[in-house]
């Protein structure tokens, strides 16, 4: 197959940061997708409707001109957040989910959530307005091995709250997992999963073997083979239940390659590109569609988009670099061949 036409594409699960940082990850974002799920951990956290606000405005002054991206704005869950702050986020119109970073388990979750019984009444009035939770589903405990955290936390809390909530719409972002794509397909409806690129692309020898390569350091942390191969089975099933999200998330270059680095992968460059290498590798363009411009909308309850996007087989090399503020920002596969390029 030397080219594929698919419905305009969006992305259920990405950080811009904030700052500078736009200037590069916005038009990056905006060019991939028509519309993004965008993380609010930032400085501090996004924890009110108001801030969302003021962030979703610096984010549109970065979007290219004539380019019809909308952001899709997300609160910041803690210990103290109100129903009060629930309701008004439903009624806003600009926001469409509310995250859930148990306290410490990645990049600024230190306000997160500390026990989910603290928030019981929050997910009751999100389970009743019908606004999704979308988690990062992992433990920090320091007794749990770092590839079983995903594992432990669905054992451990996800099981009992899609029980006690059972009208809850719930996203399991960026699952790395066979154990994950198991709870997902027998979850009911309400529950689904987002899936990156480099969690298709990439296994922990990819990080680890001949050296380790900072630039593939992300949390959730690359599993085994059998993980990746079981993900790539799950987004290329048709499921519904599974969707695009990439979790591109960027940092400057000094903050990776350090004694103690960053985790996050920036792959908003070339995301759609990304994922159609990893279909095709898995034999299943015929599926990219679904997964990348159809289930996802289906689940949040947004139109599908109604633009196209044209894939064609044609080589080209990842730049070693990209601006980010006044340092560098190196992309996903820096310096390495693509053998698929989007025509917009």
Not at 40 to 69: G, K, W
Not at 103 to 119: N, Q
Not at 142 to 151: K, T
Request: charged share 20%; proline share 7%.
């Amino acid at each position: 197959m030397q080219s594929i036409e698919i419905i305009y594409p969006d992305d259920w699960h990405c950080h811009l940061r904030d700052g500078a940082a736009l200037s590069t990850t916005v038009p990056d974002i905006a060019t991939q997708f028509r519309r993004a799920i965008v993380m609010p951990n930032l400085v501090p956290a996004v924890t009110t409707v108001e801030m969302a606000s003021d962030y979703c405005q610096r984010i549109m002054e970065e979007v290219p001109s004539h380019n019809p991206f909308t952001p899709l704005m997300v609160l910041y869950l803690t210990d103290e957040t109100p129903v009060q702050t629930i309701q008004a986020a439903k009624k806003s119109g600009i926001i469409f989910g509310c995250k859930l970073y148990p306290a410490g388990v990645t990049t600024h979750s230190h306000a997160g959530v500390t026990s989910l019984e603290k928030c019981h009444a929050v997910f009751e009035a999100m389970a009743e307005l019908g606004l999704p939770l979308l988690i990062h589903g992992e433990v920090n405990d320091p007794a749990v091995d770092i590839f079983d955290r995903e594992r432990v936390f669905i054992e451990s809390h996800l099981l009992h709250l899609v029980e006690r909530y059972p009208t809850l719409k719930i996203v399991l972002e960026h699952i790395t997992t066979q154990d994950a794509v198991e709870f997902v397909t027998q979850a009911p409806a309400n529950v689904a999963a987002t899936i990156t690129p480099h969690h298709l692309l990439l296994n922990r020898n990819d990080m680890l073997v001949g050296g380790i390569k900072p630039h593939h350091f992300c949390l959730p942390i690359l599993k085994r083979k059998l993980h990746q191969q079981a993900l790539l089975q799950a987004a290329t099933s048709g499921n519904p239940k599974f969707f695009l999200g990439t979790d591109s998330a960027p940092h400057a270059q000094s903050k990776k390659e350090a004694a103690c680095g960053c985790a996050g992968i920036y792959s908003a460059y070339s995301a759609i590109e990304l994922y159609a290498t990893a279909f095709e590798q898995a034999n299943a363009l015929d599926k990219l569609e679904n997964f990348a411009s159809r289930f996802g909308p289906a689940f949040y309850g947004l139109p599908i988009n109604t633009d196209k996007i044209t894939l064609t087989k044609s080589t080209w090399v990842m730049p070693n670099d990209l601006p980010f503020g006044e340092e560098k920002l190196i992309p996903f596969l820096a310096g390495e061949t693509l053998t698929w390029k989007a025509i917009r």
